[in-house]
């Protein structure tokens, strides 16, 4: 069966610190896709990445890099120097290949304080 | 940019009643999906919709539910007694290749 933890209920950083949200999954399949998406107080749900299992690099869009580590099954999301606009819950999700159901962590709150 | 919207972004109803909740997804998209989310909670999935049937559903997805693409350009979600406990969140998705877009959401609030 497949699962995605995300430990990290809730995380309160000042703005400008980096801040890194754990995501952890579980799977047999040796072929899947890795998500994060956001979703701000305003409620909707904005995909931010997508990486799959063939691919380790790791990615940078501008403040926001993804890290992903087979060996520990981790797929961790960092923010750097983050905003106040970075407030929101992110989820983190799982799709195996050969399916057509996500599998959605139980998201990580994150309060950046001005 | 092109985008799932759906429809209403608020429906209040009575207990027993059945609602319909509509999504327009994503014109070339072909793979369509309901989650719900209850306040505070995770996303879940119910169901996904492929090639104008349920390609997967979850054990949430009981026979209360049915999904339809009715005129190819919507994709709805009937509930067809509603419960308490299905006051939520409703988010309509699609699919192209592999990036998976979301709706803005329905919210529902069965009295």
């Known amino acids: 069966a497949q699962k995605v933890t995300q430990a990290q209920t809730e995380i309160s950083v000042v703005e400008k610190e980096d801040v890194t949200l754990d995501c952890v999954y579980e799977?047999?399949?040796?072929?899947?896709?890795l998500f994060w998406y956001k979703q701000p107080p305003s409620g909707e749900l904005v995909f931010l990445i997508r990486?799959?299992?063939?691919?380790?690099q790791n990615e940078i869009s501008g403040r926001y890099s993804w890290n992903f580590q087979k060996s520990t099954s981790s797929f961790n999301f960092t923010i750097t120097a983050s905003q106040v606009v970075d407030s929101a819950v992110y989820f983190c999700?799982?799709?195996?290949?050969?399916?057509?159901?996500?599998?959605f962590g139980t998201g990580t709150r994150l309060k950046v304080l001005a | 940019e092109p985008e799932v919207t759906q429809t209403p972004s608020h429906q209040v109803t009575q207990m027993g009643q059945e609602v319909i909740l509509r999504c327009v997804p994503i014109?070339?998209?072909?793979?369509f999906y309901w989650y719900r989310q209850i306040l505070g909670q995770k996303v879940e999935f119910l169901v996904s919709?492929?090639?104008?049937?349920?390609?997967?559903k979850s054990e949430i997805f009981d026979d209360q539910f049915s999904v339809e693409r009715p005129d190819g350009s919507n994709f709805t979600l009937k509930i067809r007694s509603t419960k308490l406990e299905d006051s939520a969140m409703y988010f309509c998705a699609s699919r192209g290749d592999n990036e998976q877009f979301f709706g803005p959401g329905t919210r529902l609030t069965v009295l």
């Open positions: 999700a799982l799709r195996v290949s050969g399916t057509y159901k996500y599998i």
């Open positions: 919709f492929y090639n104008n049937e349920i390609s997967e």
């Open positions: 799977t047999r399949d040796t072929t899947y896709y």
């Open positions: 990486r799959n299992s063939f691919d380790e």
């Open positions: 014109s070339n998209h072909l793979y």
